[in-house]
């Protein structure tokens, strides 16, 4: 009865979430929720995972799973032209409660510039940081989280910045979670070149079923903008309880994406971790980074 | 009640046909973001329901199970929210008020589609000079704002206007291969025999196929743009207007039954070996419909000869030749046969050979020795079928009259209804080479029959012919190295590394609503498919379109809903040989 309750919440919740925000908003083409460190190597199959840090950036509920005070730190290439890099930290403000904070950055350099009739002017560059601060409370089984994120975008020498706020929940009990959030909420991007761009939220559905060292976690994407929905499947494997893989899928059949990852954990709270994915069509993403706790 | 009552009634309606059809049109009115976003609403209202009591939560999850197993069973696309306008310039009285018309109804983004470029849009103008230009076409696309408008009465009201050709839905397309055809992909002769390198022969002449056959379904989706019309004859007017002697036969003639006094204009196919056979020939390459045809120079004339049961005889057959040649067939394409044969049909035939048109007739399917008729008279080229493998099909017959053999098993082509399906026999291997033959005369008109059979039998592997094979299989690379036909060669460039000199858009950022991609390669014709993306990763669009002399401008029309920033886009650009290149570049809207 309990699970019923908490789902059942969680969808009624979705729904009218979703319903209120929709109505009258202008969207702008697509989200970029990823640009936050996440878990691609199990192909982000995230929203009911318990990884902290890393699971806030798609369910902020899940920042109270952060168990110690931790840094941690990312960088990525994605198909030889994208550079995203991240910090963050997490620190469990009690056994109920917790925060982070997460400063993710994207740089994509050497855009040509031309003109109107294909000559070259020369080159510029994308910048992109959303930082992002999230913090969560646990009731029962239930836990209950919300994030802000802050956005500046710079393109040649026009900038963009706006803010956003994401909401979740996530409960778990015995061998199974449940997690939902929105994402988004509110997002406005205002451009120095005076346009203004509303989107609308993604939301997210996600199970995690966990036997001892394995796990399986899938979850759904819904991106209100495209109207379009992803499907993330992900699998994870504890070894020698040092060694953490994960293999998973992210929506095959429109973002083409399946990888692995490798968490080594040199101590209890100094972990390594490398994620590699392959884009059927955009190439390979490479991903390296640490946790170090205190 | 009522549903029973009328199953009772109806006993031989099928209960799951209706089922699946409701089913597909309900999928095919949502997306599948509506479909999936509409089953996690109902498992979120049901898991509510279970929570307070009322149902096991087993249920629900079945409930969802089904929901789900609909949508993976019926995975149907959503149409677009776009519609496409074609009006005809003539008939517009009042270009204001047809205007004001479309934008009441909630249409907005007009945009004129320019002939003959296949990509480039501009914005709309419904001005004088396009008023008068009562030659011109105008086909607008627009955008339909409120989404959850009913499409079919917004159609229904445009419809009405005089100055409206035609109004549907716009339906989304995908690029499979080299070949825009979406079928392309399942038309495996057309890459193992290597006859997609046909279909870019030039086209000097256009080459007359007789089809000799069921019929043909000239209005299908695929073959409509590749019928032969013969203009001097006005449509169902009851005169023969060119005096050839049959009334109205304006897209052919059927001579089914015209020994007992019974031809008629109509020309439709109710068997579709016909259909199927015009298809291979002379489908349309490259229009994103269905199949590729071998030939891109033919043009089809459809002339009947078997009745709905597929009886026929060969008087109606000898003046069904006849017919053809006096029509100016260059080809005569005979998939059919008898073991004996009348001396109107010889006759025939000869009267053809004489003409100089080239006549094709398939060995037949009876795995026999025995000669059928056309394809054992002299002068005919005469085809017999092997598998993939190469190997003589198990129906195909046999002896010392058979002069080639091709693939005629597995053959996708098109049949009546806008519909593809497979078909195997010498009939199919028969169209083949009447594609292939008609794919040369169209590149190189001044060659004769004589020079074409000397070539295509130098194509072979065999000096002399067997009694299982004739000469052998065609083979289409041997056919272009052929000293005769190296002119032809160099079209495909097959030996030339496939080499991108330079990709990129301009202008770039793009501040407007439009911007274009420049592709320059070493190759003088290839296919380019642009697919962009998000730096995430989701596919935003893709765009397509054919490159000639070395280079392609692909325009893309942004939607006011693409938001700021750097996209990456993937452009695969593919040879007519078949070989492919990638290349990623990156382009940044900032408006």
């Known amino acids: 009865m309990i699970k019923g309750t908490s789902m059942g919440l969680i969808n009624v919740g979705l729904i009218i979430a979703i319903l209120c925000i929709t109505n009258g908003v202008v969207a702008a083409y697509f989200s970029d929720s990823g640009l936050s460190i996440i878990a691609r190597g199990k192909g982000n199959a995230i929203t009911a995972d318990h990884d902290g840090i890393v699971t806030s950036s798609k369910n902020p509920a899940a920042v109270t799973t952060v168990t110690y005070p931790q840094f941690k730190t990312y960088y990525s290439s994605h198909f030889g032209i994208i550079k995203n890099t991240s910090i963050a930290w997490g620190l469990p403000l009690n056994k109920r409660a917790a925060i982070a904070i997460n400063i993710p950055a994207q740089l994509i350099e050497n855009i040509q510039k031309r003109d109107i009739d294909g000559s070259y002017i020369g080159n510029f560059n994308d910048y992109l940081v959303v930082p992002m601060i999230s913090i969560g409370y646990v009731w029962k089984d239930i836990a209950f989280g919300t994030s802000i994120n802050y956005r500046y975008h710079q393109i040649d020498s026009e900038t963009g910045t706006g803010t956003a706020i994401n909401m979740g929940l996530r409960y778990a009990r015995s061998r199974i979670s449940l997690g939902a959030s929105i994402n988004n909420l509110g997002k406005q991007v205002n451009w120095s070149t005076g346009r203004q761009e509303t989107y609308l939220p993604t939301s997210h559905m996600g199970v995690m079923v966990h036997f001892n060292t394995q796990s399986v976690l899938a979850d759904v994407d819904f991106d209100h903008n495209n109207q379009n929905f992803i499907v993330n499947l992900g699998y994870e494997l504890i070894l020698y309880e040092r060694l953490k893989l994960s293999v998973g899928i992210s929506d095959l059949t429109a973002r083409f994406q399946y990888g692995g990852g490798i968490n080594l954990y040199l101590s209890q709270k100094m972990i390594v971790h490398y994620e590699y994915t392959q884009h059927r069509y955009l190439g390979q993403q490479h991903s390296a980074g640490v946790t170090i706790g205190y | ?591």
């Open chain 2, 1 to 591: 009640m009522a549903i029973r009552t009328y199953f009772k009634i109806h006993p031989q309606f099928n209960y799951s046909d209706y089922f699946i059809q409701g089913v597909y049109r309900f999928r095919q009115q949502v997306s599948h973001y509506q479909f999936f976003l509409m089953g996690h609403y109902i498992l979120g209202v049901y898991i509510a329901i279970t929570a307070i009591g009322f149902f096991k939560i087993r249920r629900s999850l079945s409930l969802y199970w089904v929901i789900m197993l609909v949508f993976f069973i019926f995975p149907i696309h959503a149409t677009q929210n776009q519609l496409i306008i074609k009006i005809n310039p003539q008939n517009i009285t009042d270009v204001p008020e047809l205007a004001a018309t479309l934008v009441e109804l909630g249409l907005s983004e007009i945009k004129k589609i320019q002939h003959p470029s296949q990509s480039q849009r501009r914005s709309l103008n419904l001005s004088v000079s396009d008023h008068e230009n009562h030659h011109s076409e105008i086909t607008l696309i627009a955008d339909i704002d409120n989404q959850t408008a009913d499409h079919q009465k917004m159609i229904s009201r445009l419809i009405t206007n005089t100055a409206i050709d035609y109004i549907e839905k716009v339906y989304p397309l995908r690029l499979f291969s080299d070949l825009n055809d979406p079928l392309y992909e399942q038309q495996d002769y057309m890459m193992e025999l290597s006859l997609n390198q046909l279909v870019s022969l030039p086209n000097n002449k256009t080459i007359i196929v007789a089809v000799i056959d069921s019929g043909v379904d000239y209005n299908h989706e695929d073959l409509r743009d590749s019928i032969y019309i013969n203009q001097q004859e006005e449509p169902s007017n009851g005169i023969d207007d060119d005096n050839n002697g049959y009334i109205d036969d304006r897209y052919g003639y059927s001579f089914s039954g015209i020994s007992s006094g019974n031809g008629s204009p109509l020309v439709t196919d109710d068997l579709g070996h016909g259909t199927h056979i015009a298809s291979i020939i002379a489908a349309k390459p490259n229009n994103r419909i269905g199949i590729s045809g071998v030939s891109r120079g033919v043009k089809v004339l459809p002339i009947r000869i078997f009745d709905d049961q597929g009886n026929g005889n060969q008087v109606d057959a000898a003046a069904a030749i006849r017919y053809a040649v006096d029509q100016g067939a260059d080809i005569i394409n005979c998939s059919w046969g008898f073991f004996q044969v009348n001396t109107i049909l010889k006759e025939a035939v000869q009267y053809a050979l004489n003409k100089g048109v080239i006549v094709v007739a398939a060995a037949g399917n009876a795995n026999s020795y025995i000669p059928e008729y056309p394809a054992s008279l002299d002068g005919v080229i005469t085809i017999g079928s092997v598998g993939s493998n190469g190997q003589k099909s198990t129906f195909s017959s046999y002896g010392d009259h058979i002069d080639f053999m091709i693939r005629g098993q597995q053959i996708l082509a098109a049949v009546p209804g806008n519909a593809y399906d497979y078909q195997s026999g010498t009939s199919q291997s028969t169209a083949i080479v009447s594609g292939i033959i008609g794919a040369l005369l169209s590149a190189r008109p001044e060659l004769t029959g004589d020079d074409i059979y000397h070539y295509l039998q130098q194509s072979t592997e065999s000096d002399s012919k067997t009694n299982s094979h004739g000469y052998g299989v065609i083979n289409i690379n041997s056919l272009f190295s052929v000293s005769q036909l190296n002119d032809l060669a160099p079209v495909f460039q097959t030996n030339i590394d496939f080499k991108v000199r330079e990709v990129y858009n301009y202008p770039n950022p793009i501040r407007s609503n439009q911007t274009q991609f420049r592709i320059d390669t070493n190759q003088p014709e290839f296919n380019a498919q642009i697919q962009i993306f998000t730096p995430e990763g989701q596919r935003v669009t893709t765009l397509y379109d054919r490159g000639y002399s070395g280079f392609v401008d692909i325009t893309w029309q942004l939607e006011s809903s693409i938001s700021n920033g750097t996209y990456i886009y993937v452009v695969t650009l593919t040879s007519n040989n078949g070989t492919k290149v990638s290349q990623i570049e990156k382009c940044t809207v900032m408006r």
